[in-house]
């Protein structure tokens, strides 16, 4: 029974012809993970195909199986927002290969070189009790007790911890590499960049210090950015203040369907809207935060303009129109 169920998905044409790619893919990246960081391979793949489950079985099968890496994990005690530094102390471990994966909330299991920052940095802030995990190994050689000390104190960093690296940990051939991704067509590629820039400029100050990030997500590559707030301006965040936030996100979604919309209450993710009515305590001055998560992400200044409509006075203006009916706002 157990054979059959692990079988199933061969039984249709889409199935198998999935299966089939998973396995030249798979072995593609194989050959290259015995001469390279695995972490800077996925990033230069940048395969929209290459989701949260898929990757979680190449780190067991390459990293573990094939290689031998050395492991060590953790659920963060604390947060974990200035990865720069970190980057640079991972920089001169030249002795040793480093992966590290990193379980997030909303975007699924996110992979990196830590030595390379712009990797690093797609992690966005590391959020306290998520599960953090390090490999450590030699790219193919037999691996030693120093990666195992390479994994457990690179996860002593990550707790803020001071740790005194062996000389062997800082010798060797692991370099940080430049790494770059596939260059998208030149007129698409200027499009974005021209979207993007604009929608920076436009949009106000974020919650929080870090910037839009660029990460591997369940769906494939995408950025999310990072939260920004949105004040109430109304006496109550009421049933209309709802309805009305509920009708900008539709609107949203159906003009951008491959993005995602995050909203958070006090640090944390609400799935469903109506729960900030009934919950009964966003009152005038509080901070809703919302994020934007996918490719090429677009108009989030003109979505928080309407969110800070709809958490105002003003809400009724989102209301208008027949039932069951998506605004056109985007």
Not at 215 to 225: E, F, N
Not at 253 to 266: R, S, T
């Amino acid at each position: 029974m157990t054979e059959s169920v692990n079988l199933d998905v061969l039984s249709t044409r889409s199935g198998f012809n999935n299966a089939v790619r998973h396995i030249k893919k798979t072995m593609d990246i194989a050959a290259r993970a015995g001469a390279g960081n695995l972490g800077d391979i996925l990033y230069e793949l940048d395969d929209e195909e290459l989701s949260s489950n898929k990757i979680g079985l190449l780190l067991r099968m390459l990293l573990v199986d094939k290689l031998g890496y050395k492991t060590a994990s953790v659920n963060l005690s604390a947060a974990v927002d200035d990865l720069s530094v970190l980057t640079k102390e991972f920089g001169k471990w030249n002795g040793v290969d480093l992966v590290a994966a990193y379980f997030h909330p909303e975007m699924g299991l996110l992979i990196a070189n830590p030595k390379n920052h712009e990797e690093l940095a797609a992690f966005g802030e590391l959020r306290k009790r998520e599960l953090l995990v390090m490999y450590a190994g030699f790219q193919g050689r037999e691996t030693d007790d120093n990666c195992q000390k390479a994994a457990n104190f690179a996860l002593n960093l990550f707790e803020g911890a001071k740790v005194s690296v062996p000389a062997a940990l800082t010798k060797g051939k692991f370099t940080v590499k430049k790494v770059s991704k596939p260059k998208a067509p030149e007129a698409a590629g200027k499009k974005t960049k021209t979207a993007k820039s604009s929608d920076k400029k436009r949009a106000a100050a974020p919650a929080k210090k870090s910037a839009a990030v660029q990460v591997k997500s369940a769906g494939g590559p995408a950025r999310m950015t990072p939260r920004y707030a949105v004040i109430v301006r109304n006496e109550l965040f009421h049933n209309g203040n709802v309805e009305a936030w509920k009708k900008i996100v539709a609107s949203y979604k159906a003009k951008h369907p491959n993005l995602e919309v995050f909203i958070y209450y006090e640090m944390e993710r609400i799935l469903d809207i109506n729960s900030l009515f009934k919950w009964g305590k966003v009152k005038h001055g509080s901070a809703i935060e919302f994020a934007v998560a996918g490719n090429e992400i677009q108009d989030v200044a003109k979505l928080q303009r309407y969110l800070a409509q709809g958490a105002s006075p003003q809400f009724e203006a989102f209301l208008r129109g027949p039932v069951n009916t998506v605004l056109k706002l985007f």
